[in-house]
């Protein structure tokens, strides 16, 4: 069917209207409270809602299909992760964040261990944010490139040319927002944006159903064939250092997901941000629980959409199918497939939560830098006014800083060879910080001796000891057999070598005294 006039249309007008509706949503800003906080007004459902679309919108829609396209279903065993991880989050580390006028999830660090331990944890949050949504924000290009290359107006160009045009079209356009919304022109526009592209979703599988010769039950059977409707694997019988290396069998999966769900959402601003701006802890728990719930179905639609275009391009490789990436499937399937209109108005669904996903990243970074590192040191006297415009230039700061690590990814991921789903590479590069910040949040919430120098050191230590485990540069120059790890358990080793070390730190220093 192709990609058509009416469906840019349909994309430009969409883009413009759900931009000016939550503005208008956010209402007028005056404080660096409304701009970053919303208030603490906001109902927990519109929380819950957003704190999804922000943490699995474009990676999700792109690439969880890719998943299932390239693999099977194990993936799923992650979420039961998730799920146990956010409960326990609600019960740890929510009611310490509703105690005073928090604003950040790193002010708690600030109070157990000083500004040091606070500074150490909110700069590593920035880097993991510049990397993570680095990704993202090439994700969310991959659609756009591909209505570009398919187009026929950018004849000539290459597919790293398209990804930097897509990528800088996305931040400039989401910079704006940014600017002038706020978090809880955000939140709401998350709400709109998930029920779309979820409704997208779904319209897919429909015209699939209508096209697939033998219907839903065939390609299902066609997939189970090959081996791709598999959910559990234990992954028992193998040797202990292929065990760790797997990602997605169970236990890996449920205990890495479960760590990397405390991590991601009890310690990592870009959620904690979202679930500060409820009314009070109760409506915050109610929140974050059922977002787990929700994302495990989420993926379940998604990694379903899969097992459905491996039949309908009968399983061919991304290669014979002239894509870049396997992370491009789906894409595919909407630009060539769905009826005029139909393909610009889920693409224009998809840019606009990506934006929103986009636009939060930009809105948790600028708050913990303002708050967490210039405030205390050089904004002590400002008015709510300058604290509001010093926010904003740094949010442009960061828009650029972002756009230049999605362009480096997009570089990254194009090169010759094997490359893992975009998915499966943000969620590694997060869960290697994750094990630190996690240590440290639970160092000062479950231990009352150690002090700022045994978590620092603890910290520190946690983070340069992962580079032994990972694989990369490092691994090549060990002797012997080096160990690596999967992903999943990167933020379980790291936070256990923190909570270890700081304790130890704190019994060697105590003997000394």
């Given at each position: 069917?192709?990609?058509?006039?009416?469906?840019?249309?349909?994309?430009?007008?969409?883009?413009?209207?759900?931009?000016?509706?939550?503005?208008?949503?956010?209402?007028?800003?005056?404080?660096?409270?409304?701009?970053?906080?919303?208030?603490?007004?906001?109902?927990?459902?519109?929380?819950?809602?957003?704190?999804?679309?922000?943490?699995?919108?474009?990676?999700?829609f792109?690439?969880?299909?890719a998943?299932?396209?390239?693999?099977?279903?194990?993936?799923?065993?992650?979420?039961?992760?998730?799920?146990v991880?956010?409960?326990?989050?609600?019960?740890?580390?929510l009611?310490?964040?509703?105690?005073?006028?928090?604003?950040?999830?790193?002010?708690?660090?600030?109070n157990?261990?000083?500004?040091?331990?606070?500074?150490?944890?909110?700069?590593?949050?920035?880097?993991?944010?510049?990397?993570?949504?680095?990704?993202r924000?090439?994700?969310?290009?991959?659609?756009?490139?591909?209505?570009?290359?398919?187009?026929?107006?950018?004849?000539?160009?290459?597919?790293?040319?398209?990804?930097?045009?897509?990528?800088?079209?996305?931040?400039?356009?989401?910079?704006?927002?940014?600017?002038?919304?706020?978090?809880?022109?955000?939140?709401?526009?998350?709400?709109?944006?998930?029920?779309?592209?979820?409704?997208?979703?779904?319209?897919?599988i429909?015209?699939?159903?209508?096209?697939?010769?033998?219907?839903?039950?065939?390609?299902?059977?066609?997939?189970?064939?090959?081996?791709?409707?598999?959910?559990?694997?234990?992954?028992?019988?193998?040797?202990?250092t292929?065990?760790?290396?797997?990602?997605?069998?169970?236990?890996?999966?449920?205990?890495?997901?479960?760590?990397?769900?405390?991590?991601?959402?009890?310690?990592?601003?870009?959620?904690?941000?979202?679930?500060?701006?409820?009314?009070?802890?109760?409506?915050?728990?109610?929140?974050?629980?059922?977002?787990?719930?929700?994302?495990?179905?989420?993926?379940?639609?998604?990694?379903?959409?899969?097992?459905?275009?491996?039949?309908?391009?009968?399983?061919?490789?991304?290669?014979?199918?002239?894509?870049?990436?396997?992370d491009?499937?789906?894409?595919?399937?909407?630009?060539?497939?769905?009826?005029?209109?139909?393909?610009?108005?889920?693409?224009?669904?998809?840019?606009?939560?990506?934006?929103?996903?986009?636009?939060?990243?930009?809105?948790?970074?600028?708050?913990?830098?303002?708050?967490?590192?210039?405030?205390?040191y050089?904004?002590q006297?400002?008015?709510?006014?300058?604290?509001?415009?010093?926010?904003?230039?740094?949010?442009?700061?960061?828009?650029?800083?972002?756009?230049?690590?999605?362009?480096?990814?997009?570089?990254l991921?194009?090169?010759?060879?094997?490359?893992?789903?975009?998915?499966?590479?943000?969620?590694?590069?997060?869960?290697?910080?994750?094990?630190?910040?996690?240590?440290?949040?639970?160092?000062?919430?479950?231990?009352?001796?150690?002090?700022?120098?045994?978590?620092m050191?603890?910290?520190?230590?946690?983070?340069?000891?992962?580079?032994?485990?990972?694989?990369?540069?490092?691994?090549?120059?060990?002797?012997?057999?080096?160990?690596?790890?999967?992903?999943?358990?990167?933020?379980?080793?790291?936070?256990?070598?923190?909570?270890?070390?700081?304790?130890?730190?704190?019994?060697?220093?105590?003997?000394?005294?």
């Amino acid at each position: 069917m192709g990609f058509s006039i009416i469906d840019y249309v349909v994309i430009v007008v969409y883009l413009i209207g759900v931009a000016a509706l939550g503005i208008y949503a956010a209402g007028r800003q005056s404080s660096t409270s409304d701009y970053f906080m919303g208030g603490k007004g906001l109902p927990w459902w519109a929380v819950m809602f957003s704190v999804v679309a922000t943490e699995t919108s474009t990676l999700t829609f792109i690439s969880i299909p890719a998943v299932a396209y390239g693999g099977n279903l194990t993936f799923l065993q992650i979420t039961l992760g998730y799920i146990v991880g956010r409960f326990l989050v609600s019960v740890l580390l929510l009611p310490a964040y509703f105690e005073g006028k928090q604003t950040t999830a790193y002010q708690f660090l600030a109070n157990r261990f000083g500004s040091s331990m606070r500074n150490a944890a909110s700069t590593t949050f920035m880097v993991t944010r510049l990397l993570a949504d680095g990704v993202r924000l090439f994700a969310t290009a991959i659609p756009l490139a591909i209505i570009l290359r398919l187009g026929g107006a950018f004849t000539g160009w290459g597919d790293i040319e398209l990804y930097l045009l897509s990528i800088t079209a996305i931040s400039v356009i989401t910079l704006i927002y940014t600017l002038i919304g706020g978090i809880k022109a955000v939140v709401w526009m998350d709400v709109m944006q998930m029920g779309v592209y979820i409704g997208g979703a779904v319209l897919a599988i429909g015209v699939m159903y209508g096209e697939l010769p033998e219907g839903i039950a065939g390609a299902v059977a066609i997939a189970a064939d090959a081996g791709k409707t598999q959910i559990l694997d234990f992954g028992f019988g193998q040797p202990f250092t292929d065990f760790i290396a797997q990602p997605y069998t169970f236990f890996t999966a449920l205990i890495g997901g479960a760590i990397f769900s405390i991590a991601s959402h009890g310690t990592d601003q870009l959620i904690v941000q979202r679930l500060l701006t409820t009314r009070d802890v109760k409506d915050s728990q109610r929140a974050l629980v059922w977002s787990g719930v929700v994302v495990a179905l989420q993926f379940g639609l998604f990694l379903f959409i899969g097992l459905l275009l491996y039949s309908f391009y009968d399983a061919q490789t991304a290669q014979q199918l002239g894509l870049a990436t396997t992370d491009e499937i789906f894409a595919k399937f909407i630009v060539e497939q769905l009826p005029v209109g139909l393909s610009g108005l889920i693409i224009a669904s998809l840019f606009a939560a990506a934006m929103s996903s986009l636009s939060s990243s930009l809105n948790s970074l600028a708050s913990s830098t303002t708050l967490d590192l210039y405030k205390p040191y050089f904004g002590q006297d400002n008015t709510p006014e300058e604290d509001l415009r010093i926010s904003r230039i740094i949010t442009m700061v960061w828009a650029f800083i972002l756009t230049g690590s999605a362009f480096f990814f997009a570089y990254l991921q194009l090169q010759e060879g094997e490359r893992p789903a975009v998915v499966e590479l943000g969620l590694g590069i997060a869960s290697y910080t994750y094990g630190g910040l996690l240590g440290a949040f639970l160092l000062g919430r479950l231990f009352s001796a150690p002090d700022k120098t045994d978590a620092m050191i603890g910290f520190f230590v946690g983070l340069v000891s992962l580079l032994f485990m990972v694989e990369g540069p490092i691994q090549n120059i060990l002797p012997g057999e080096p160990l690596s790890i999967a992903w999943p358990l990167y933020t379980v080793a790291g936070s256990v070598i923190v909570i270890v070390v700081g304790n130890i730190s704190n019994l060697i220093r105590r003997e000394r005294v």
